[in-house]
Nanobody, 124 residues
């Protein structure tokens, strides 16, 4: 079993920054690609960013590219999402995901492991 726990969400003004963390525990001996998805009120959950098992490749939604940076520390079994230049439309619950493969996908259906989510609210 793999457990994921997000932290770092909160309330921030537009233009500000936040860093989300996702701590992974459980079957850590397998390689895992990981990702971030988000769901805004009244909207479907959408892909935000993903990173491969080693951290050498990253992927972003067009809406966040250039503002968000995904990274990971495999010693600490933790993934991060640095969010800069936040906009009101970034307000959502952010979910951490993991899949037992080297390369990530942008489809939430491919991810069997999910965290509980952390709320990010950007005030304009």
């Amino acid at each position: 079993q793999v457990q994921l726990a997000e932290s770092g969400g909160g309330l921030v003004q537009a233009g500000g920054s936040l860093r989300l963390s996702c701590a992974r525990s459980g079957r850590t001996f397998n390689v895992y690609a990981m990702g971030w998805f988000r769901q805004a009120p009244g909207k479907e959950r959408e892909f935000v960013a993903a990173i491969n098992w080693s951290g050498s490749s990253t992927y972003y939604a067009d809406s966040v590219r250039g503002r968000f940076t995904v990274s990971r520390d495999n010693i600490k079994n933790t993934m991060y999402l640095q969010m800069n230049s936040l906009k009101s439309e970034d307000t959502a619950v952010y979910y951490c995901t993991a899949v037992s493969r080297r390369e990530p996908t942008m489809s939430q259906a491919d991810y069997p492991h999910w965290g509980q989510g952390t709320q990010v609210t950007v005030s304009s």
